[in-house]
Nanobody, 125 residues
Framework: HVQLVESGGGSVQAGGSLRLSCVRS????????MAWFRQAPGKEREGVAF????????DYGSSVRGRFTISLDNAANTLYLQMNSLKPEDTALYYCAAKLRVGFGCALGSQEYGYWGQGTQVTVS
């Protein structure tokens, strides 16, 4: 049973940085996708960054490309999201997600992901 637990959220001023972490357990399969999504109040859940566990290049949402970096430490079973040059519009609840098979790709909608963490709040002022 896959479990995902996020941490690292907080409040930061515009232009600052944060690093989110997502510890995964029960993930014995060496493929599939892991991703970060976010959801602001009154808005739909948005894909932020997508990681191919088999080593293909990651994908990013257009609003964060060049500012955010997704990475995976296999030994630590931890997915990271380094967020730099943060903007007030980055304020949201950030979720870690996983799907066990790539299928049609990783940079897909939230409905394609079957495993989710509880979320961690990021507030940029």
């Amino acid at each position: 049973h896959v479990q995902l637990v996020e941490s690292g959220g907080g409040s930061v001023q515009a232009g600052g940085s944060l690093r989110l972490s997502c510890v995964r357990s029960g993930y014995a399969y060496g493929g599939g996708c892991m991703a970060w999504f976010r959801q602001a109040p009154g808005k739909e859940r948005e894909g932020v960054a997508f990681f191919y566990v088999d080593g293909r290049s990651p994908d990013y949402g257009s609003s964060v490309r060049g500012r955010f970096t997704i990475s995976l430490d296999n030994a630590a079973n931890t997915l990271y999201l380094q967020m730099n040059s943060l903007k007030p519009e980055d304020t949201a609840l950030y979720y870690c997600a996983a799907k066990l098979r790539v299928g049609f790709g990783c940079a897909l909608g939230s409905q394609e992901y079957g495993y989710w963490g509880q979320g961690t709040q990021v507030t940029v002022s």
